[in-house]
């Protein structure tokens, strides 16, 4: 297993994974871009909990709280494809542009949060202990994957994402 000095290491080498599972995407036989599209779509969406469970609440209030908002917005546009991708109900046949467009948009969103002035440059900044915020993210991603073999994660939630009532 791969040792981490913090948070922000750890949160930057799960970019790396799953960006590179997407490049195998791309290259993939249909069989495997359904397998490789389902592991990857539990990995982001793992990851995107860590991010809203400790690093995101961590910065609120520190000071470009925009740029936290802009990322909980985009982790919804991620979601909204991601339980579509995870449901039994999707649509195999757009399954393979779904994790396609899945891809382009946490690719677009990685790059933000690792920019210097992105939000990991920011945790970096702010003086939050990130080798104690690593313990915890470790402890809650055993958690989440142990309950991944047992069963399916449930549903993503939403942070901002809300639908209006038209009349």
């Known amino acids: 297993m ?7 290491e750890k949160l930057e080498d799960d970019h790396d994974k799953v960006e590179a599972l997407f490049e195998r995407i791309k290259e993939a036989t249909e069989k495997e871009k359904l397998d490789l599209g389902l ?45 579509d991708l995870l449901s039994p109900a999707t649509d195999r046949d757009a399954f393979p542009a779904k994790v396609q467009v899945l891809g382009e948009q946490m ?12 939000v990991f440059s920011m945790a970096r900044e702010a003086g939050i202990d990130l080798a104690a915020m690593l313990n915890q993210m470790t402890a809650r991603e055993r958690e989440l994957k142990t309950e991944l073999k047992s069963s399916d994660l449930p549903e993503a939630e939403m942070n901002y994402v809300e639908i209006s009532a038209s009349q």
């Open 39 to 83: 592991e990857v779509a539990n990995l982001v969406k793992i990851h995107m909990l860590l991010e809203e469970e400790f690093l995101y609440p961590a910065l609120r209030g520190r000071g470009h709280d925009d740029k936290l908002t802009e990322g909980l917005v985009e982790h919804d546009a991620g979601k909204v494809l991601i339980n």
């Open 107 to 118: 690719t677009h969103h990685h790059k933000e949060e690792e920019e210097s002035d992105g």
């Open 2 to 8: 791969q040792e981490f000095s913090d948070a922000i």
